[in-house]
């Protein structure tokens, strides 16, 4: 990608989490986006297919970086110097939220925040498999792989609404080590 669609991308990117910090993702029309973005429709259209797609294309961009620490790819900005190579991925996701990183706070608070939550977990199980599943952390276990994956994404899920409800009090290391606590039993079979 050139230097000025991936202008445009963050200009609509930008545009679209200034929305949904106003209204709820249902609310929004892809009108509001172009005009925020002040880019036109065929420009947004050759970015993203639909509003949908844009929302996808946020959370991927969301995790990528996160997804590449965990894969160890250079790209990937954070070091593993808070903990183990294991909790580091989620303190890294938790310290996002923290920081609110491209709204992503309004995105998993919104009342309509279904199509979100399925992308977060859809990337949350991913980086489970390559933190757990793909180094034989979960193959102790009795029970089948991709339900011990679902379970602890679906738990991290809950972990954050939690979190969330209590606005935040618990530093993200707090969180972190709460989220381990949980699901010890089940990596370590």
């Known amino acids: ?7 445009t991308r963050d200009a609509i990117f930008q545009a679209f989490t200034a929305l949904l910090a106003e ?16 880019v036109g429709r065929t420009t947004f259209y050759a970015h993203f ?7 996808k294309d946020l959370c991927e961009e969301l995790f990528g970086h996160i997804v590449d620490a965990a894969m160890g790819l250079p790209h990937g900005h954070y070091h593993y110097s808070c903990g183990s190579e294991t909790d580091s991925v989620f ?11 491209s709204n992503i706070l309004e995105l998993l608070s919104s009342q309509n925040n279904e199509i979100f939550l399925r992308y977060f977990k859809s990337n949350l199980k991913e980086l489970i498999m390559r933190q757990y599943a793909d180094k034989g952390m979960l193959s102790t ?7 011990l994956v679902n379970h602890i994404s679906s738990s991290f899920v809950e972990t954050v ?11 993200p ?17």
């Open 1 to 7: 990608m050139d230097r000025r669609q991936k202008k």
């Open 23 to 38: 209204k709820h993702y249902n609310q929004i029309s892809v009108q509001e986006i172009i005009d925020r973005a002040n």
């Open 49 to 55: 297919e639909t509003k949908d797609y844009l929302l």
């Open 91 to 101: 303190l890294h996701l938790l310290r996002h939220l923290q920081k609110n990183d």
């Open 141 to 147: 276990s009795k029970l089948p792989e991709d339900y």
């Open 161 to 171: 609404n939690w979190w969330l409800s209590q606005k935040m009090q618990q530093t």
């Open 173 to 189: 290391e707090e969180i972190t080590e709460y989220f381990l606590a949980v699901i010890e039993p089940i990596v370590n079979g």
